[in-house]
């Protein structure tokens, strides 16, 4: 049935998407569904074999995927946010790295069974934990701002230098057990290294020049970036093998680092791009792998291999790496514990594989078995483990998902402090002190600055905030925010307060597409909001039970009662809209309303009895008109 390439990338495309998807859907680590999939379709029940359907396609596709992917991750690597990390970080990328390399060697010498140079050229493999794989799991988990920060730039900085490490071990191998491999060889790699670095510096500040100066329009910019980039990783790599990862990576921290205002942009066209390839090249690899292979993996070596990588080799490097430093012990534990292997270490070890076994080092054989049994068991372990770990270490953040509020308005501060009492973590961001001083007033956390600036993700955490709500004056700046936030947060968790004249022409159309979700209900506009609180109205929490439902709530409400939002028993928070709500309010759930003033409920009260009466002497008696 798949017999045609065009069918293998049809079916390789839905597989790791819909695994991509299921991952989200159910909450689990994406590469194991992923790697799963692949062996499913593979090795598992034959249905295809991309290595031999692709044939001489393989590795440049898989070569190229990756240069795009660390390209990718190195555009987050902006060196203001390491330098205010400390020198933890330093250590562990530099003697930790080091620490890795070593001791990881010695354990594949020792207890794999792996000769030396296999095993200094495997160990140098292994130092990389991989952005592809530690940053999702690091925004399912939630971690504090310390650890994931030390995380996520360890990931960043060490996976394009685990596959030069390992270039590097080879040619000293080559140079010390072969009498053909001369100083100049090894001068030649160190030349070529620099070259690569020199090559990707030069098309990153080549493209970022041209993209200052206006020399290339908008709709062209992320095209020619994605060309550059295949053209810096192929010219560094031709070269020599290997290198061309350390030229993208270099490429693309010059960009990060030269401030580009329109860089945001290339982000969110690089990773969407990046979510592609990562679904395609697991699927390839794992479906690659022979059953022979997979039967290797339960090698008692191995297996004794795995354990100690996971629960020595990374915990001693980070330890010994960290003393002195600002770390604390549960910090340290967590850090040493969660070093989970991606793309890199598959790729390049599939490489080193063929070269190795040609080179005739006994041991070459089982570098891709005890490669994938190194990614599979650390992604699953730290993938399942690291939530649990930081709840129990008290590492991530504490209390239900959050909201971020942009606007400083009475109604806003009021908001917030409801939720505030609610348990749920709340911000107000605004630019202007004046705005902010209910805030400061009420005691509700604040940060002033500009939330659309670039700035602004380096001084505020956004990781407590998994929704975001519009509430300025300013319909076109309400749209812009949630515009510019939807692939950090998405559309269905951003919100906007109703447009001021409802007489615009198809305003809701506009806000359709370029904004975020409107308020409440229809009417409910920032001056309607800001008025009712002035004039004391009150923010009302409701329990409903059994006996008190929702449906009963809804027949005894105020008539002027505004619906904002629903706690549910779980710890999410539920807002109402204008569009259609699917909320199903059950028992144990917590309703706030916005409801007239005590005095003004009087007045309406008795203007309701008054129209009862009326309607009641209004009655036609013995069924007459």
Request: net charge neutral; glycine share 8%; with cysteine.
């Amino acid at each position: 049935m798949f017999d045609s390439i065009l069918s293998h990338l049809m079916l390789i495309g839905v597989i790791g998407i819909g695994s991509q998807w299921f991952a989200w859907r159910f909450r689990m680590p994406a590469i194991v569904v992923m790697s799963v999939a692949g062996l499913l379709i593979g090795p598992v029940f034959g249905i295809m074999n991309p290595k031999e359907d692709f044939g001489s396609l393989f590795n440049p596709i898989i070569s190229m995927a990756v240069a795009i992917i660390l390209f990718e991750g190195s555009l987050n690597l902006d060196f203001r946010e390491i330098r205010g990390l400390g020198k933890s970080v330093f250590r562990i990328i530099t003697l930790g790295a080091f620490l890795a390399w070593i001791l990881g060697s010695l354990t594949a010498f020792f207890i794999a069974g792996l000769s030396w140079a296999v095993s200094f050229v495997i160990g140098g493999l292994f130092i990389v934990t991989g952005p592809t794989v530690i940053l999702p799991l690091l925004r399912q988990a939630k971690l504090k701002p310390r650890p994931a920060a030390i995380l996520k730039w360890e990931g960043i900085v060490v996976d394009p230098f685990g596959a030069l490490l390992a270039v590097f071990a080879f040619e000293i191998i080559q140079f010390l057990m072969i009498d053909t491999v001369t100083v100049e060889a090894l001068i030649l790699f160190l030349l070529a290294s620099l070259f690569a670095i020199a090559v990707g510096w030069g098309c990153g500040k080549g493209i970022g020049t041209m993209f200052e100066r206006g020399y290339v329009p908008e709709f062209l910019k992320s095209p020619i970036v994605f060309a550059v980039v295949i053209a810096c990783f192929t010219l560094a790599d031709e070269v020599m093998h290997e290198t061309g990862l350390l030229a993208v990576t270099a490429m693309g921290m010059t960009l990060a680092n030269m401030h580009i205002a329109s860089l945001s942009d290339m982000r969110h066209f690089k990773e969407n791009i990046s979510v592609l390839l990562i679904s395609g090249i697991f699927i390839m690899l794992t479906a690659s792998l022979e059953r022979e292979t997979l039967m290797q993996i339960f090698d008692p070596n191995i297996i004794a291999y795995v354990i100690l990588m996971l629960i020595v080799v990374r915990p001693l490097s980070i330890w010994l790496s960290t003393m002195n430093t600002e770390l604390s012990l549960k910090e340290k534990a967590l850090v040493g514990w969660i070093a989970p292997r991606g793309i890199v270490a598959l790729t390049v070890a599939g490489y080193f594989a063929n070269v190795l076994a040609e080179a005739g080092y006994p041991g070459a054989s089982i570098v891709t078995p005890l490669t994938f049994a190194l990614v599979f068991a650390t992604v699953c372990a730290h993938g399942f483990t690291l939530g649990p770990m930081a709840n129990k270490l008290g590492l991530s953040l504490e209390g239900k998902p959050g909201v971020l509020i942009v606007g400083g308005s009475a109604f806003s501060t009021s908001l917030a402090r409801v939720l505030k009492e609610l348990g749920i973590p709340v911000l107000i961001a605004d630019t202007s002190f004046e705005y902010l001083f209910n805030s400061r007033k009420a005691g509700v956390p604040y940060y002033r600055g500009e939330i659309l600036s670039e700035q602004t993700e380096y001084y505020l955490d956004m990781t407590p905030y998994d929704k975001l709500i519009a509430a300025t004056d300013r319909d076109s700046y309400n749209s812009l925010v949630c515009t510019t936030f939807v692939p950090e947060i998405g559309r269905n968790d951003l919100y906007q307060l109703s447009w001021h004249d409802d007489n615009r022409e198809h305003p809701n159309d506009l806000v359709q597409r370029i904004g975020g979700r409107v308020l409440f209900r229809k009417g409910a506009t920032y001056e309607e909001l800001n008025k009712k609180v002035k004039n004391g109205y009150v923010f009302r929490k409701t329990k409903l039970t059994k006996q008190y439902n929702f449906e009963k709530y809804k027949s005894e409400r105020e008539p002027d009662t505004l619906l904002l939002f629903i706690l549910k028993h779980t710890g999410k928070v539920e807002f109402f809209t204008t569009e259609v709500n699917n909320i199903k309010p059950e028992s144990g759930d917590i309703i706030v309303s916005l409801c007239p003033p005590v005095k003004e409920q009087k007045k309406i009260d008795a203007k309701l009895d008054s129209q009862r009466q009326q309607e009641k002497n209004n009655t036609p008696k013995n069924g007459q008109y």
